[in-house]
T-cell receptor, first 111, second 115 residues
């Protein structure tokens, strides 16, 4: 158990809908990362927050957004969902350095 | 642009064998190279990591070899066991981005260890 908690574990939704994925980082970790894992693209970095502020953006679509709250939990919002958005979404956290721990992921299926 | 190239895509070994997974990187700013192990339905778990100031690091049955001049690093699993069957990812990150240590991952290697 990495200590990073993600909810929900599984989610099935229809195209065009919006979902929110939630992440609680390890106790004391200030940095939260979001990754998308799909069979063809592998693990792709989406976005990073550090102590409430956005620090880096990767291959995140404009339909996706994220935030980190004062209690350090983070949410990833996915809107206008398309079939191609079906993937595993991972949250990861670190104290601020290189050592990054991943949660178990949220499996999103868009039908 | 794939910044971290991983090979092979899949690997089958017998129990007790020594699977070797290789990675090559392009970005010379990378200064931290972890390996993650992922079982089906689980998140990637940090296995072992190395920095470029050393050429080898061992933790239990897992060894990372690092060649800075060739920009390559590899994972060796000694005395492999069926329980090691998983997908292994190499990754790299840079310390030069302030508090941003985002990992760039290889595509992964599916390892099967037969009993």
């Amino acid at each position: 158990d990495s200590g990073v908690t993600q909810t929900p574990k599984h989610l099935i939704t229809a195209t065009g809908q919006r979902v929110t994925l939630r992440c609680s980082p390890r106790s004391g970790d200030l940095s939260v990362y979001w990754y998308q894992q799909s069979l063809d693209q592998g693990l792709q970095f989406l976005i990073q927050y550090y102590n409430g502020e956005e620090r880096a953006k990767g291959n995140i679509l404009e339909r996706f957004s994220a935030q980190q709250f004062p209690d350090l939990h983070s949410e990833l919002n996915l809107s206008s969902l398309e079939l191609g958005d079906s993937a595993l979404y991972f949250c990861a956290s670190s104290q601020g350095g290189n050592t990054i721990y991943f949660g178990e992921g949220s499996w999103l299926t868009v039908v | 642009q794939q910044q971290v190239k991983q090979s092979p895509q899949s690997l089958i070994v017998q129990k007790g064998g020594i699977p070797i997974i290789n990675c090559a990187y392009e970005n010379t700013a990378f200064d931290y190279f972890p390996w993650y192990q992922q079982f089906p339905g689980k998140g990637p778990a940090l296995l072992i990591a190395i920095r470029p100031d050393v050429s080898e690091k061992k933790e239990g049955r897992f060894t990372i070899s690092f060649n800075k001049s060739a920009k390559q690093f590899s994972l060796h699993i000694m005395d492999s066991q069926p329980g090691d069957s998983a997908t292994y990812f190499c990754a790299a990150s840079s310390s030069s981005g302030g508090s941003n240590y985002k990992l760039t991952f290889g595509k992964g290697t599916l390892l099967t260890v037969n009993p």
